[in-house]
Nanobody
Framework: QVQLVESGGGLVQAGGSLRLSCAAS????????MGWFRQAPGKEREFVVA????????YIADSVKGRFTISRDNAKNTVYLQMNSLKPEDTAVYYC??????????????????????WGQGTQVTVSS
């Protein structure tokens, strides 16, 4: 029902910035709560940031709070992850995820991987020191 494609990853020096994009296709993108997760080799998939489908509420993991922000442009069917002050520990494959939101309020966000219905293929972010 929705397909997600991440872009914007790459190699960046510590302290630098990247903006990841997740372009969605399919119907009713505006009715999907969105999240970003990351996974390093040998590690579990880790929650990073989430946003409600209304865009009014966001949640940011403590590990990236103050450095990363999530936003969405429903008109463009795109969600963004702005990453500033990058650290080597941020190196991972970053995935966007979508969950169909049945609530009409649009205020809910989700932090668990099992709460999402659709996933992109990921984009590599490598931070050098």
């Amino acid at each position: 029902q929705v397909q997600l494609v991440e872009s914007g990853g790459g190699l960046v020096q510590a302290g630098g910035s990247l903006r990841l994009s997740c372009a969605a296709s399919g119907r009713t993108f505006s009715r999907y709560a969105m999240g970003w997760f990351r996974q390093a080799p040998g590690k579990e998939r880790e929650f990073v940031v989430a946003i409600s489908w209304s865009g009014d509420n966001t949640y940011i993991a403590d590990s990236v709070k103050g450095r990363f922000t999530i936003s969405r442009d429903n008109a463009k069917n795109t969600v963004y992850l702005q990453m500033n002050s990058l650290k080597p520990e941020d190196t991972a494959v970053y995935y966007c995820a979508a969950r169909f939101e049945r609530s009409l309020s649009g205020s809910s966000y989700y932090i668990g991987p099992d709460e999402y219905d659709y996933w992109g293929q990921g984009t590599q972010v490598t931070v050098s020191s």
